[in-house]
């Protein structure tokens, strides 16, 4: 690339200048930010954030919590399943769509548009849709099968799952779409090569294609799981992390603990939790990225 | 560069857009048909009296949305005018960082001290022999709302107490009748559970357990039958499939639930839907058991501006608060108390006067909210409302989570 | 740690296969009414349908008076067609004593939306036109940090911008929301950049540096008018996300500057008696109208753009 030559400080300064703003952004506002609440974590801030020194007091609290513990507990149930089934549905409907069939470009808007849709919009409709007075569950009985019973968003236990099928119908449709991009990408010899083997499609697809598709996964996998750890929006607007606490999770566990309980270091020491499943996430991605390849 | 200039040209676009000479912006979360209508009262009053503007700044979604929303802007360095919080601990450290504004000087030249009754409520503003909130009403939580219909419908007496109540409940429920409303939301749970511990065990006990955090009272006998009658409350109330506080009254409004234990608040619902009290529906001061109201309420605090013009408006604002006519146009609205016994409120309804009696005859014990810390309350939301949706946890299991909550608070 | 060029080196596939999107390359299609069409067509259709089926309910549920939704079926269309939830929810709905609906929160969505967007496409792309074009020591760096940045869950922002903001006496403007949209939109708009202008032929630049342009006149009379289709979809993207956000328009602007979707919010939470569904679905439509309208108007590349920012991301 361009400038590769022993730096000074004056050299090449239009880009630097230019790069100002992303250099705030990265030292101030990201690194200084999470290093701040990272530190204010060990204090028992309250109301304001103040130096009162307590250890890992706060962390002890935390995992001492009924409510943490449901939190994270609905967190690994949402996002397993958030990321099997997104993946699985998102790629079958890029299958299907890849065949060469008419209205493409019109299943395609219809299967992308919640996308365009916020969580709190989301939210709003699928707590109407499951509302066991009026949605679902009542139509369904009304028509005679008076056994029926569906009501996730009013049973502590299958809470999330009402929550999932919301998220689900927000999100599968951007994985169908990134699935999609990387069939494309498949070289169409491939297909021939595999016809001519006389290799029946659905091997072709899961021993020959999916292989090749893995940066793809890899990436979509890794857009599946950051909005998965900042799941929030979708929860307040749909159940508000109810009934009782059955849908809680980490984002708002933090948000009501620093601004509602007034219990900032709480809330610090939770999103600093946060912080680590990220990481816990992008590492070994950035690690096997690094690791595989040489730079292009 | 770029962002340099940004930051200055946004800094004398703030400076530049300040509020001007009299306009006072009030942050409160009244939202709801009754509290609307009451807010409505103040802004008239306010601006008929003096020359100021108000500008409202509602937030809806109750207390635990707006409270937020308040502390981030004082602590961001845009305050309001003036804000609403409930009575009590919940603005202790912005008095202490010094965010708000020493109100000491409206509340001699109004003579406060003389005026308002309970002095617990002026107490409850004052830090190091200053104050610095005008209280506007005293709302309590002990009252048990009973549909006079619902009873009906089921053949039954409408109950005198709590005990009677519990043991309705099947026959409501045997007629179609859900016998208890219990809305979503996490305070409504705590709510509930601390009318019955005041009430069935004892303002005393109440006292003793948030007032002095003692955890082996928490652990006692008598929490242990109050948490046993939280587990038959639980019971009566499975199956009410709503959020909002109000839609819970609502349930008794329209005789689909046999009642609900909810603050005098629920008077306005009530009268905005046209029910008489004694008629159409019955209240129970103190769930009938001991007839004893907590003094919490509304308090009205002034952030620090350094702005003369937002100072003078403040001062108007809060000498307005505390005038006679406002208390009583403000509380006829709202279905809460005076916080002043001087002034009239014959056109009160039975349950109304019903609170004003006893607040008369001292029969008060503070509010929750001025024992405990936001930290606590909000652990307490979290123990409670899991407790009342989720059968499978048991009292015993509830009361052990209760007593640490106790000992470990501040 | 990650270095930012694997992240490109991962989508190179994805990369090319961008603009391909537009014809299909699967295997062959066979007759018309073979067991296999129809059961392609006949799993996606019923897809569609349970796609559509809440826009459906939405619309409906908004066009029927109150006494209809507490009898009927929620999935039936209106008896009787009102659109008085519509002017409810714009114009009359109220918080507190303001009963001015959502109207007065579209404009603020407006006010916001578009100098944020503005900013942040101008920074970005001059961000990443220098990381492309101009890399100098340390750039990789930061970076690296940017990208870790986009997956740094909002809740450990909140409360030092809170202090950063107040610092700089920008809380509670609509300078300091812009701002804070700028930052959050930086990382996946610059990594969108970068590639983007990585991805043209490097010998043009050359040319460009030999004829003895500078730094910014190679910008803006080379890369920008090669890059038209790059703006369009960050353009895209940035209003539709920043239109829907809630969280900061909460946490960082005040009452009279609230945008559309804490409205919405505070006009469903404000319960009066009954919960009104019809008004609650006609603000939720009104509310969701902008972003659906650009989607559906720019189709394609909206779609394009999607995969294109996201499988780089």
Request: glycine fraction near 10%; charged fraction near 15%; aromatic fraction near 12%.
């Given at each position: 690339?361009?400038?590769?030559?022993?730096?000074?400080?004056?050299?090449?300064?239009?880009?630097?200048?230019?790069a100002?703003p992303?250099?705030?952004?990265?030292?101030?506002?990201?690194?200084?930010?999470?290093?701040?609440?990272?530190?204010?974590?060990?204090?028992?801030?309250?109301?304001?954030?103040?130096?009162?020194?307590?250890?890992?007091q706060q962390?002890?609290?935390?995992?001492?919590?009924?409510?943490?513990?449901?939190?994270?507990?609905?967190?690994?149930?949402?996002?397993?399943c958030?990321?099997?089934?997104?993946?699985?549905i998102?790629?079958?409907?890029?299958?299907?769509?890849?065949?060469k069939?008419?209205?493409?470009?019109?299943?395609?808007?219809?299967?992308?548009?919640?996308?365009?849709?916020?969580?709190?919009?989301?939210?709003?409709?699928?707590?109407?849709?499951?509302?066991?007075?009026?949605?679902?569950?009542?139509?369904?009985?009304?028509m005679?099968?008076?056994?029926?019973?569906?009501?996730?968003?009013?049973?502590?236990?299958?809470?999330?799952?009402?929550?999932?099928?919301?998220?689900?119908?927000?999100?599968?449709?951007?994985?169908?779409?990134?699935?999609?991009?990387?069939?494309?990408g498949?070289?169409?010899?491939?297909?021939?090569?595999?016809?001519?083997?006389?290799?029946?499609?659905?091997?072709?697809?899961?021993?020959?294609?999916?292989?090749?598709?893995?940066?793809?996964?890899?990436?979509?996998l890794?857009?599946?799981?950051?909005?998965?750890?900042?799941?929030?929006?979708?929860?307040?607007?749909?159940?508000?992390?109810?009934?009782?606490?059955?849908?809680?999770?980490?984002?708002?566990?933090?948000?009501?603990?620093?601004?509602?309980?007034?219990?900032?270091?709480q809330?610090?020491?939770?999103?600093?939790?946060?912080?680590?499943?990220?990481?816990?996430?992008?590492?070994?991605?950035?690690?096997?990225?690094?690791?595989?390849?040489?730079?292009? | 560069?770029?962002?340099?200039?940004?930051?200055?040209?946004?800094?004398?676009?703030?400076?530049?857009?300040?509020?001007?000479?009299?306009?006072?912006e009030?942050?409160?979360?009244?939202?709801?048909?009754?509290?609307?209508?009451?807010?409505?009262?103040?802004?008239?009053?306010?601006?008929?009296?003096?020359?100021?503007?108000?500008?409202?700044?509602?937030?809806?979604?109750?207390?635990?949305?707006?409270?937020?929303?308040?502390?981030?802007?004082?602590?961001?360095?845009?305050?309001?005018?003036?804000?609403?919080f409930?009575?009590?601990?919940?603005?202790?450290?912005?008095?202490?960082?010094?965010?708000?504004?020493?109100?000491?000087?409206?509340?001699?030249?109004?003579?406060?001290?003389?005026?308002?009754?309970?002095?617990?409520?002026?107490?409850?503003?004052?830090?190091?022999?200053?104050?610095y909130?005008?209280?506007?009403?005293?709302?309590?939580?002990?009252?048990?709302?009973?549909?006079?219909?619902?009873?009906?419908?089921?053949?039954?007496?409408?109950?005198?107490?709590?005990d009677?109540?519990?043991?309705?409940?099947?026959?409501?429920?045997?007629?179609?009748?859900?016998?208890?409303?219990?809305?979503?939301?996490?305070?409504?749970?705590?709510?509930?559970?601390?009318?019955l511990?005041?009430?069935?065990?004892?303002?005393?006990?109440?006292?003793?357990?948030?007032?002095?955090?003692?955890?082996?009272?928490?652990?006692?006998?008598?929490?242990?039958?109050?948490?046993?009658?939280?587990?038959?409350?639980?019971?009566?109330?499975?199956?009410?499939?709503?959020?909002?506080?109000?839609?819970?009254?609502?349930?008794?409004?329209?005789d689909?639930?046999g009642?609900?234990?909810?603050?005098?608040?629920?008077?306005?619902?009530?009268?905005?839907?046209?029910?008489?009290?004694?008629?159409?529906y019955?209240?129970l001061?103190?769930?009938?058991v001991?007839?004893?109201?907590?003094?919490?309420?509304?308090?009205?605090?002034?952030?620090?501006?350094?702005?003369?013009?937002?100072?003078?408006?403040?001062?108007?604002?809060?000498?307005?608060?505390?005038k006679?006519?406002?208390?009583?146009?403000?509380?006829l609205?709202?279905?809460?108390?005076?916080?002043?016994?001087?002034?009239?409120?014959?056109?009160?309804?039975?349950?109304?006067?019903?609170?004003?009696?006893?607040?008369?005859?001292?029969?008060?014990?503070?509010d929750?909210?001025?024992?405990?810390?936001e930290?606590?309350?909000?652990?307490?939301?979290?123990?409670?409302?899991?407790?009342?949706?989720?059968?499978?946890?048991?009292?015993?299991?509830?009361?052990a989570?209760?007593?640490d909550?106790?000992?470990?608070?501040? | 740690?990650?270095?930012?060029?694997?992240?490109?080196?991962?989508?190179?596939?994805?990369d090319?296969?961008?603009?391909?999107?537009?014809?299909?390359?699967?295997?062959?299609?066979?007759?018309?009414?073979?067991?296999?069409?129809?059961?392609?067509?006949?799993?996606l259709?019923?897809?569609?349908?349970?796609?559509?089926?809440?826009?459906?309910?939405?619309?409906?549920?908004?066009?029927?008076?109150?006494p209809?939704?507490?009898?009927?079926?929620?999935?039936?269309?209106?008896?009787?067609?009102?659109?008085?939830?519509?002017?409810?929810?714009?114009?009359?709905?109220?918080?507190?004593?303001?009963?001015?609906?959502?109207?007065?929160?579209?404009?603020?969505?407006v006010?916001?939306?578009?100098?944020?967007?503005?900013?942040?496409?101008?920074?970005?792309?001059?961000?990443?036109?220098?990381?492309?074009?101009?890399?100098?020591?340390?750039?990789?760096?930061?970076?690296?940090?940017?990208?870790?940045?986009?997956?740094i869950?909002?809740?450990?922002?909140?409360?030092?911008?809170?202090?950063?903001?107040?610092?700089?006496?920008?809380?509670?403007?609509?300078?300091?929301?812009?701002?804070?949209?700028?930052?959050?939109?930086?990382?996946?708009?610059?990594?969108?950049?970068?590639?983007y202008?990585?991805?043209?032929?490097?010998e043009?630049?050359?040319?460009?540096?030999?004829?003895?342009?500078g730094f910014?006149?190679?910008?803006?009379?080379?890369?920008?008018?090669?890059?038209?289709?790059?703006?369009?979809?960050?353009?895209?993207?940035?209003?539709?996300?920043?239109?829907?956000?809630?969280?900061?328009?909460?946490?960082?602007?005040?009452?009279?500057?609230?945008?559309?979707?804490?409205q919405?919010?505070?006009?469903?939470?404000?319960?009066?008696g009954?919960?009104?569904?019809?008004?609650?679905?006609?603000?939720?439509?009104?509310?969701?109208?902008?972003?659906?309208?650009?989607?559906?108007?720019?189709?394609?590349?909206?779609?394009?753009?999607?995969?294109?920012?996201?499988?780089?991301?």
């Open positions: 690339m361009a400038a590769a030559r022993p730096m000074r400080l004056f050299r090449n300064i239009n880009a630097k200048i230019a100002i992303m250099v705030l952004t990265a030292l101030v506002v990201f690194t200084g930010g999470t290093i701040w609440t990272v530190v204010y974590s060990f204090t028992n801030s309250k109301l304001l954030p103040r130096e009162k020194w307590v250890g890992l962390y002890e609290r935390l995992w001492g919590t009924e409510r943490w513990n449901v939190a994270i507990e609905n967190l690994l149930i949402y996002g397993a958030m990321v099997v089934f997104s993946l699985v998102g790629f079958v409907l890029a299958a299907l769509l890849d065949q069939i008419r209205f493409e470009n019109t299943f395609r808007t219809i299967l992308l548009y919640p996308f365009a849709l916020s969580f709190i919009v989301t939210g709003l409709v699928w707590q109407w849709l499951l509302n066991p007075d009026f949605g679902i569950q009542s139509v369904i009985q009304a005679g099968w008076e056994s029926f019973d569906f009501d996730p968003l009013y049973n502590a236990d299958i809470v999330i799952y009402g929550v999932l099928i919301a998220g689900l119908w927000q999100g599968t449709g951007l994985v169908m779409c990134l699935m999609l991009a990387g069939l494309r498949i070289d169409q010899e491939i297909w021939k090569a595999a016809r001519v083997d006389g290799i029946p499609m659905w091997k072709t697809y899961i021993f020959i294609v999916i292989p090749m598709m893995r940066p793809v996964f890899i990436t979509t890794v857009i599946i799981a950051s909005g998965i750890v900042r799941l929030y929006d979708l929860i307040v607007a749909q159940t508000g992390g109810g009934p009782g606490i059955a849908s809680d999770v980490p984002a708002k566990y933090v948000y009501d603990y620093m601004f509602q309980g007034q219990n900032l270091g809330g610090f020491a939770a999103s600093t939790m946060m912080l680590l499943a990220v990481l816990v996430v992008i590492i070994p991605w950035a690690y096997l990225e690094f690791g595989g390849k040489k730079r292009v | 560069m770029t962002f340099r200039t940004i930051l200055m040209a946004g800094t004398a676009l703030c400076a530049g857009s300040a509020l001007s000479a009299a306009d006072l009030v942050t409160h979360w009244w939202t709801s048909g009754g509290e609307a209508a009451a807010v409505q009262q103040f802004a008239t009053e306010f601006e008929g009296q003096t020359e100021h503007k108000w500008i409202d700044g509602a937030i809806a979604g109750g207390g635990g949305t707006a409270r937020p929303v308040m502390v981030s802007r004082i602590i961001g360095g845009d305050p309001m005018g003036a804000f609403q409930n009575h009590g601990r919940q603005a202790e450290e912005l008095i202490e960082a010094g965010l708000l504004r020493d109100m000491t000087h409206v509340a001699e030249a109004e003579g406060w001290t003389d005026i308002v009754n309970p002095p617990s409520l002026l107490e409850a503003c004052t830090v190091d022999g200053k104050i909130c005008a209280p506007v009403n005293i709302h309590s939580w002990q009252w048990l709302w009973l549909s006079n219909g619902a009873f009906e419908k089921a053949g039954l007496e409408v109950p005198a107490n709590w009677e109540f519990v043991a309705a409940a099947p026959a409501l429920k045997e007629a179609g009748i859900q016998p208890m409303a219990l809305g979503g939301q996490p305070w409504q749970s705590s709510g509930a559970f601390n009318v511990m005041a009430t069935l065990a004892g303002p005393d006990v109440l006292q003793q357990v948030y007032g002095d955090g003692d955890a082996e009272m928490a652990a006692g006998e008598e929490l242990g039958r109050v948490f046993q009658a939280a587990a038959d409350m639980r019971e009566m109330v499975q199956g009410s499939n709503v959020q909002d506080w109000n839609q819970a009254t609502n349930l008794v409004i329209t689909a639930a009642g609900q234990i909810m603050g005098d608040w629920a008077q306005g619902e009530f009268a905005v839907a046209g029910e008489v009290a004694g008629e159409d019955t209240c001061p103190g769930l009938g001991i007839e004893v109201l907590s003094t919490g309420g509304d308090a009205f605090y002034f952030p620090e501006t350094g702005d003369a013009e937002i100072e003078a408006a403040q001062d108007a604002l809060a000498a307005t608060l505390l006679p006519e406002t208390q009583v146009a403000f509380n609205k709202k279905g809460s108390l005076p916080i002043r016994g001087d002034v009239d409120l014959a056109s009160a309804n039975d349950c109304m006067k019903k609170g004003l009696q006893l607040l008369a005859d001292g029969k008060t014990m503070p929750v909210n001025m024992l405990n810390t930290d606590t309350n909000n652990q307490l939301n979290d123990l409670f409302v899991q407790f009342f949706q989720d059968p499978s946890i048991s009292a015993e299991d509830a009361q989570r209760f007593v909550i106790v000992a470990n608070k501040d | 740690m990650s270095n930012p060029a694997t992240l490109s080196a991962t989508v190179a596939g994805a090319a296969a961008a603009p391909a999107l537009s014809g299909p390359r699967g295997p062959k299609p066979r007759r018309r009414f073979s067991r296999r069409n129809i059961f392609i067509y006949g799993t259709i019923v897809v569609a349908l349970y796609y559509l089926l809440p826009l459906w309910v939405m619309v409906v549920t908004s066009l029927k008076g109150m209809e939704i507490r009898l009927g079926n929620i999935f039936a269309p209106p008896v009787e067609v009102t659109f008085q939830p519509w002017v409810k929810a714009w114009a009359e709905a109220c918080t507190g004593l303001n009963c001015d609906g959502l109207s007065r929160g579209f404009w603020n969505s006010r916001i939306t578009v100098p944020s967007v503005f900013l942040s496409i101008l920074i970005a792309s001059v961000n990443g036109y220098a990381l492309a074009n101009w890399r100098f020591k340390g750039a990789d760096i930061f970076f690296t940090i940017l990208i870790f940045g986009a997956f869950p909002y809740q450990v922002m909140l409360y030092p911008i809170v202090i950063i903001l107040r610092e700089i006496g920008l809380y509670g403007s609509l300078t300091g929301l812009v701002l804070v949209h700028s930052v959050f939109g930086m990382p996946i708009l610059t990594l969108l950049f970068r590639n202008f990585t991805s043209l032929p490097e043009l630049f050359k040319a460009a540096r030999v004829d003895g342009a910014w006149q190679i910008y803006f009379q080379i890369m920008l008018p090669m890059s038209l289709p790059i703006f369009v979809v960050a353009m895209i993207l940035q209003v539709t996300g920043i239109w829907n956000d809630f969280l900061f328009g909460v946490v960082y602007t005040k009452p009279d500057l609230y945008p559309m979707t804490v919405l919010n505070n006009i469903v939470n404000s319960v009066q009954v919960k009104e569904y019809n008004v609650n679905m006609a603000a939720t439509l009104l509310t969701g109208l902008v972003p659906l309208v650009i989607y559906f108007i720019s189709g394609k590349l909206f779609v394009r753009g999607i995969a294109a920012g996201a499988v780089k991301g």
